[in-house]
């Protein structure tokens, strides 16, 4: 016999199809097997619901009808499989739904291939039906509930009917009996939500299945996996469980990432984005969902994943108000984790998210919300506005007369025209040879090449990772190959970020003690180094490094810690510090300072050639045609930070 599913478990909800092929369904009815049930005076009976299945469906029960099965089991014979153990065989549903098995004569010959879907066969046996034959009417009273076709547009509602049996408020016997195991729904209430018109089993995938007492943490990301949290595709309303086997395909828990995003991969499944890309590398990546979005219970920090959870507080028989959920996070539900005193690992206040002055060196959006960003956003605009309009004063070519304006059209034209020409790739070698990489400068000194580099490579480097994990995060949003592009934690990562910044140290000292060095040789008139700018950016990095170990040592999150050579360190300096959460936050903000600060001063600093330098390299080679202009340096001038 050709194996069947993996894990076959018998299930509370039948597929029409499937029982249609049922050699059982073909001879008996329900009460054939289930005639407790049908002698039982409460069913479903919430007392019974937590039983094994091996409680309910007994292989005496197959004994009956097979019994030629179990004398060939007694000479290590089954089926067409010979010399087996016995003792591997005596639970028929390990292997076998007694709901949906096909003949033998089916499969042995080929008509009907068990490994496919049972709908797309109807034609190994007979011709295509609009619809499937009734069933008698002695089943009717109990496919009237069992029986969902996942086709159906009522069939959510079929599910939910049946989870209110027990699950509701009406005061049933079945719900008096539910109420001393569980917390109620409010139905009414229940009408009112968010996910109302789904299915019950498309949160909790594996409350039709046997043993109901173990259902795994709800997984949001079934359906909320995309980059903006909205919904998946319409078949979500069923949720992932095949109907008539059960299978659940969730994992332990419903957080907003991937395996290993936030925590050992063997800890926890978190299937996607939680939200739009601007959190994708927050700490929210490791909380659970309902810890921001659920009403009332509490969150608390998993011991071994770390991971913010959320954990019920109602108590059995009192209503539940889970089901509440707010789409978009309210000031009281930020206060749940970012309060003082917390156990969560969260910072006592709550921080903006990574903006557009980030981007540089995180992964984060071209954004501007807080007062921080924008004050040194628009510093920096101005300072940059005021440069171009100073350019503007030049002369350009068949543009004499012109006024300002006229003349910014003119080079916004002359960009367009170059960019759509074979000047363009040109222009891209230029900037990425002489701008970026320096070749220039490399020909002209390898000291100053390498204090350059060291500054100015790591952020090109950074930029283009947290890029790459942006666009990523949009374009393959159910996918997860990107994740350690935007995991602070990720080993991998944290070793880039702790390199790339100590480069960006060491570069900026460099160039302090060679300008302290060559200040006798410096020509009279040149203007003097640049301390404030190269002390604001080696502050930025510092202060980050330092922010690094704190977080580290805030969240407890250490497992990725071996490629922080820098920030684990410091996090040991934090270790135990009940105050951390409430000082991080100030840390935060110092950084957010510097990062402004240096992007507000930078348009009027000597390091702003950083960024005019490869766009004028880049016209000069489009200009020239990709070979390199000449430029004549006097003797003993340099350009200095």
Request: with cysteine; aromatic share 8%.
């Amino acid at each position: 016999m050709p194996p069947l599913s993996a894990a076959v478990r018998s299930s509370w909800l039948l597929d029409p199809a499937e029982l249609h092929v049922s050699a059982h369904a073909k001879k008996f009815t329900c009460a054939k097997c289930h005639e407790d049930i049908v002698k039982a005076p409460l069913h479903p009976d919430p007392r019974k619901t937590k039983l094994p299945v091996s409680d309910s469906a007994r292989a005496e029960k197959c004994r009956l009808c097979h019994a030629p099965v179990y004398q060939n089991l007694k000479v290590n014979r089954h089926g067409q499989m010979q010399n087996i153990n016995p003792a591997r065989f005596q639970s028929c549903l390990s292997c076998h739904n007694p709901h949906a098995n096909v003949k033998a004569q089916y499969y042995r010959t080929g008509r009907v291939d068990l490994e496919r879907s049972l709908r797309g066969q109807c034609g190994s046996c007979h011709q295509q039906r609009s619809a499937l034959p009734k069933r008698p009417a002695a089943e009717e009273k109990c496919l009237g509930c069992h029986l969902v076709d996942a086709g159906d547009a009522g069939a959510p509602e079929k599910i939910s009917k049946l989870c209110f049996y027990c699950h509701g408020n009406q005061g049933t016997e079945a719900q008096r009996l539910s109420a001393k195991l569980s917390p109620v729904i409010d139905e009414a209430a229940y009408r009112r939500t968010t996910h109302a018109k789904q299915a019950c089993t498309a949160c909790h995938t594996g409350a039709a299945a046997y043993w109901h007492g173990g259902q795994a943490r709800v997984d949001c990301g079934r359906c909320h996996s995309d980059a903006t949290g909205e919904a998946g595709p319409p078949t979500a309303a069923l949720g992932p469980i095949q109907v008539g086997r059960a299978v659940s395909e969730s994992g332990p828990a419903g957080f907003g990432r991937a395996p290993g995003v936030y925590g050992p991969p063997q800890a926890h499944r978190a299937p996607a984005a939680p939200h739009f890309s601007k959190f994708t590398d927050s700490p929210h990546i490791g909380v659970e969902c309902r810890g921001c979005h659920a009403a009332g219970g509490r969150v608390v920090q998993d011991a071994v994943s770390k991971q913010v959870v959320w954990e019920s507080t109602t108590r059995p028989g009192a209503v539940s108000g889970v089901h509440a959920i707010t789409k978009a996070a309210r000031k009281q539900d930020c206060e749940r984790c970012h309060v003082s005193g917390n156990q969560v690992g969260a910072a006592a206040m709550v921080l903006p998210g990574k903006g557009v002055l980030c981007m540089p060196c995180h992964g984060a959006t071209p954004t501007a919300t807080d007062a921080t960003t924008i004050g040194g956003l628009s510093v920096f605009l101005f300072g940059l506005a005021a440069a171009f309009s100073v350019w503007l004063t030049g002369r350009v070519p068949g543009r004499e007369d012109s006024r300002p304006v006229a003349k910014f059209l003119a080079v916004l034209g002359a960009a367009a025209r170059t960019l759509f020409s074979r000047r363009a790739l040109a222009a891209l070698k230029a900037l990425v040879l002489d701008g970026i990489l320096q070749r220039r400068l490399f020909r002209q000194s390898r000291w100053r090449w390498a204090i350059h580099s060291a500054i100015l490579l790591p952020f090109v480097f950074r930029f283009a990772w947290g890029m790459a994990g942006l666009v990523a995060a949009n374009v393959w949003r159910r996918s997860t190959w990107y994740e350690f592009l935007l995991n602070n934690n990720d080993p991998a990562t944290a070793l880039i970020f702790d390199l790339t910044g100590s480069l960006v140290v060491i570069g900026a000292i460099a160039a302090v003690a060679r300008g302290i060095a060559k200040r006798p040789e410096r020509l009279p008139g040149l203007p003097r180094q640049d301390y404030a700018a190269l002390s604001l950016l080696g502050g930025v990095v510092i202060v980050g490094f330092v922010l690094e170990g704190m977080r580290i040592a805030m969240t407890g999150v250490t497992w990725g810690a071996s490629g922080a050579f820098i920030g684990y360190p410091i996090s040991r300096l934090f270790a135990g510090w009940r105050a951390l959460p409430g000082v991080y936050g100030y840390g935060w903000y110092l950084h957010a300072i510097l990062t402004s600060a240096f992007a507000a001063y930078l348009p009027f600093s000597r390091m702003f050639h950083v960024l005019v330098a490869p766009v004028s390299l880049a016209i000069r080679g489009a200009k020239h045609g990709g070979h390199e202009a000449k430029v004549s340096i006097p003797a003993g001038a340099e350009v200095e930070f």
